[in-house]
């Protein structure tokens, strides 16, 4: 079993197993550790409630790290008249600008326009709920779009306004030949979401410290007013009680609903796949921009400059199961024949790619003929005490990244009033994590960095690195890291043996992927190696106390998961991961790929 660390005061934390809270009653229990769950938590504990959050895997293991990392208002939502939620969603674009500005930077948006008319009818009709064929959207349709969208999106504005500009003929920068005006405007991007995840579980841990989550933990049955919880790692089980329960669990929650006696009918699942390529050329033609464009057959997708690679996605799925949902080969092909489509005068293959990632949209059942036609919106849904259970649930249906925290101020409010409990405080302009107290204007960074220089003894550019991750909670682990001497990984010098001390002892590491493909981002930005993932075998081991036999099958399982899930065949530390997929085949038909429609 994972050792379960004492509490410091650098890093406090909710962090527990099942053995430590067997036998406990607490006002609300959790279930599901993404990001809507995890908003729930923050804000239930803001208020004083004493709660318990389980998940069956890692914390933001699911959807919640699988996004295209877009922070956005959704601007094609408003071809289907989703003005409330376009505007709900530039609203907290803009909060998590200012809450989590160590996380969440703007992020300068271009569309290439090829004509002026295109997309009136098929917009006018899809506004009125039905299904035309795709016709590529032009310049007036975008334009009335990006207005409405400044419009939705000017309370709290961080951001300034979109522009229209005409191409000169024959540029032949970076798009296709045709494109004859750019519209751009700013929306936002989370360069590590996990992290987030952990941070506001953090935050929940130091407002109530009577609340609890553990990871790798399994509802198993519920009766009464009672909860049976199985330990993953250690296969135990244990009982807690509760008054309440909420089920956010995602596109796993029909599922969830099951074992908790509750209503298994309300959500489907389609899978969002996406791609990280190695391609420095279209890297430096983006310029910091992200590409937000129409393939030939209607679908929209987007490719933006991230950790040093390239991010593209993403597909529209429908899926039975989220445990299974993979990026298939047809997938990998699509997009990078959107890539050569749309940036025709570069070059694109299978060898570009670097790393592959999926996630399950929970999105409410519906009968759309199209994924595209889904409402992306959010509700909550009560389901009331029956004879199998004594208290009632509280699910969330739905849900996007850039709106969790305004549908776990819902469910919470749901929560509050069942348990008859009083809303004391609003998370709306609250910070998260390093977000706190870090300084906006470039005189005041460069004297904190100066700071974290100071108490770490660290360089500038290890400094610069430490409050990008951590943001202000950089100068107090800058201080720990010192003292427990700051040596640099030999495979990835821009971490340190310390900080990987850190990240397993206090942020609930309980196997070796959750700390390479969730506490860092050094999986998605490609630069895994066979001698880093032995390295940060060895240090995950020491720090939690495993023996060779589990260190041995840590890495067999992480190695597999990487391959299989991620599409990384481990390469010698001084090579660069590829993925092994058969070479790109731009004969390929597009038809052979489910109808999907990028986020």
Same mark, same amino acid.
């Given at each position: 079993?994972?050792?379960?660390?004492?509490?410091?005061?650098?890093?406090?934390?909710?962090?527990?197993?099942?053995?430590?809270?067997?036998?406990?009653?607490?006002?609300?229990?959790? #279930?599901?550790? @993404?990001?809507?769950?995890? =908003?729930? $938590?923050?804000?239930?504990?803001?208020?004083?409630?004493?709660?318990?959050?389980?998940?069956?895997?890692?914390?933001?293991?699911?959807?919640?790290?699988?996004?295209?990392?877009?922070?956005?208002?959704?601007?094609?939502?408003?071809?289907?008249?989703? $003005?409330?939620?376009?505007?709900?969603?530039?609203?907290?674009?803009?909060?998590?600008?200012?809450?989590?500005?160590?996380?969440?930077?703007?992020?300068?948006?271009?569309?290439?326009?090829?004509?002026?008319? =295109?997309?009136?009818?098929?917009?006018?009709?899809?506004?009125?709920?039905?299904?035309?064929?795709?016709?590529?959207?032009?310049?007036?349709?975008?334009?009335?779009?990006?207005?409405?969208?400044?419009?939705?999106?000017?309370?709290?504005?961080?951001?300034?306004?979109?522009?229209?500009?005409?191409?000169?003929?024959?540029?032949?920068?970076?798009?296709?030949?045709?494109?004859?005006?750019?519209?751009?405007?700013?929306?936002?991007?989370?360069?590590?979401?996990?992290?987030?995840?952990?941070?506001?579980?953090?935050?929940? =841990?130091?407002?109530?410290?009577?609340?609890?989550? #553990?990871?790798?933990?399994?509802? #198993?049955?519920?009766?009464?007013?009672?909860?049976?919880?199985?330990?993953?790692?250690?296969?135990?089980?244990?009982?807690?009680?509760?008054?309440?329960?909420?089920?956010?669990?995602?596109?796993?929650?029909?599922?969830?609903?099951?074992?908790?006696?509750? !209503?298994?009918?309300?959500?489907?699942?389609?899978?969002?796949?996406?791609?990280?390529?190695?391609?420095?050329?279209?890297?430096?033609?983006?310029? @910091?921009?992200?590409?937000?464009?129409?393939?030939?057959?209607?679908?929209?997708?987007?490719?933006?400059?991230?950790?040093?690679?390239?991010?593209?996605?993403?597909?529209?799925?429908?899926?039975?199961?989220?445990?299974?949902?993979?990026?298939?080969?047809?997938?990998?092909?699509?997009?990078?024949?959107?890539?050569?489509?749309?940036?025709?005068?570069?070059?694109? !293959?299978?060898?570009?790619?670097?790393?592959?990632?999926?996630?399950?949209?929970?999105?409410?059942?519906?009968?759309?003929?199209?994924?595209?036609?889904?409402?992306? !919106?959010?509700?909550?849904?009560?389901?009331?005490?029956?004879?199998?259970?004594?208290?009632?649930?509280?699910?969330?249906?739905?849900?996007?990244?850039?709106?969790?925290?305004?549908?776990?101020?819902?469910?919470?409010?749901?929560?509050?009033?069942?348990?008859?409990?009083?809303?004391?405080?609003?998370?709306?302009?609250?910070?998260?994590?390093? =977000?706190?107290?870090?300084?906006?204007?470039?005189?005041?960074?460069?004297?904190?960095?100066?700071?974290?220089? *100071?108490?770490?003894?660290?360089?500038?550019?290890?400094?610069?690195?430490?409050?990008?991750?951590?943001?202000?909670?950089?100068?107090?682990?800058?201080?720990?890291?010192?003292?427990?001497?700051?040596?640099?990984?030999?495979?990835?010098?821009?971490?340190?043996?310390?900080? #990987?001390?850190?990240?397993?002892?206090? *942020?609930?590491?309980?196997?070796?992927?959750?700390?390479?493909?969730?506490?860092?981002?050094?999986?998605?930005?490609?630069?895994?190696?066979?001698?880093?993932?032995?390295?940060?075998?060895?240090?995950?081991?020491?720090?939690?106390?495993?023996?060779?036999?589990?260190?041995?099958?840590?890495?067999?399982?992480?190695?597999?998961?990487?391959?299989?899930?991620?599409?990384?065949?481990?390469?010698?530390?001084?090579?660069?991961?590829?993925?092994?997929?058969?070479?790109?085949?731009?004969?390929?038909?597009?038809?052979?790929?489910?109808?999907?429609?990028?986020?």
């Amino acid at each position: 079993m994972t050792p379960t660390p004492a509490p410091n005061p650098v890093s406090p934390h909710p962090f527990v197993r099942p053995a430590q809270v067997a036998g406990r009653h607490f006002s609300t229990i959790i #279930v599901g550790g @993404g990001i809507n769950g995890v =908003g729930v $938590f923050r804000d239930l504990c803001l208020q004083g409630v004493d709660c318990l959050l389980v998940d069956k895997a890692d914390f933001a293991a699911g959807a919640s790290s699988a996004p295209s990392r877009m922070i956005h208002g959704g601007l094609r939502y408003l071809e289907h008249g989703s $003005f409330a939620l376009v505007a709900e969603a530039t609203r907290e674009r803009n909060r998590l600008l200012r809450n989590a500005p160590h996380l969440v930077r703007p992020l300068k948006t271009v569309v290439p326009l090829s004509n002026a008319f =295109g997309g009136l009818l098929s917009g006018a009709l899809r506004f009125l709920g039905l299904s035309p064929a795709p016709q590529a959207r032009g310049l007036l349709v975008v334009a009335l779009g990006l207005r409405l969208y400044d419009l939705l999106g000017r309370r709290q504005r961080v951001m300034p306004n979109h522009r229209i500009a005409r191409v000169p003929p024959r540029d032949g920068s970076l798009f296709r030949d045709g494109v004859r005006w750019t519209a751009t405007f700013f929306d936002a991007w989370i360069s590590h979401p996990e992290w987030l995840v952990l941070e506001l579980l953090a935050d929940a =841990g130091r407002d109530q410290p009577d609340s609890a989550a #553990v990871n790798h933990c399994k509802v #198993v049955g519920c009766e009464d007013n009672r909860l049976m919880l199985r330990d993953e790692l250690s296969g135990e089980t244990v009982q807690v009680t509760a008054d309440c329960i909420v089920n956010a669990t995602g596109a796993w929650l029909d599922r969830s609903a099951s074992a908790l006696q509750g !209503d298994a009918s309300r959500v489907m699942g389609t899978k969002g796949s996406h791609l990280v390529l190695d391609h420095p050329v279209l890297h430096r033609l983006l310029d @910091g921009r992200m590409a937000y464009f129409e393939a030939a057959d209607g679908r929209v997708c987007i490719v933006y400059p991230f950790l040093g690679r390239v991010l593209v996605g993403s597909t529209d799925i429908p899926v039975d199961d989220p445990d299974q949902a993979s990026t298939d080969p047809a997938e990998v092909h699509y997009l990078m024949g959107v890539l050569r489509e749309v940036f025709p005068r570069l070059s694109f !293959d299978a060898r570009h790619v670097l790393y592959t990632y999926v996630g399950v949209r929970p999105l409410a059942r519906s009968d759309a003929d199209k994924p595209g036609g889904i409402s992306r !919106d959010h509700s909550v849904v009560i389901d009331a005490p029956n004879a199998q259970r004594s208290i009632p649930m509280v699910g969330l249906v739905g849900g996007k990244w850039t709106t969790f925290r305004s549908l776990a101020e819902l469910a919470t409010d749901e929560v509050l009033r069942l348990i008859a409990r009083p809303r004391r405080h609003s998370t709306a302009q609250r910070p998260i994590g390093g =977000g706190a107290d870090l300084p906006d204007e470039a005189s005041g960074m460069n004297a904190f960095l100066a700071r974290v220089e *100071t108490a770490g003894r660290v360089s500038r550019p290890r400094a610069l690195a430490l409050v990008d991750r951590y943001g202000s909670r950089a100068l107090a682990l800058a201080e720990r890291f010192a003292a427990e001497g700051d040596a640099p990984l030999q495979h990835a010098p821009d971490h340190s043996v310390a900080e #990987v001390h850190f990240l397993c002892q206090d *942020t609930a590491v309980a196997h070796l992927d959750d700390l390479v493909i969730r506490r860092t981002v050094l999986a998605i930005s490609g630069k895994l190696t066979e001698g880093l993932l032995v390295e940060l075998a060895d240090l995950a081991a020491a720090a939690l106390g495993w023996n060779p036999e589990r260190r041995l099958a840590e890495l067999d399982t992480c190695t597999r998961l990487l391959r299989e899930h991620h599409g990384v065949s481990l390469a010698p530390a001084d090579s660069t991961s590829r993925r092994a997929l058969p070479a790109f085949d731009a004969s390929l038909p597009t038809d052979s790929l489910p109808d999907a429609i990028a986020t």
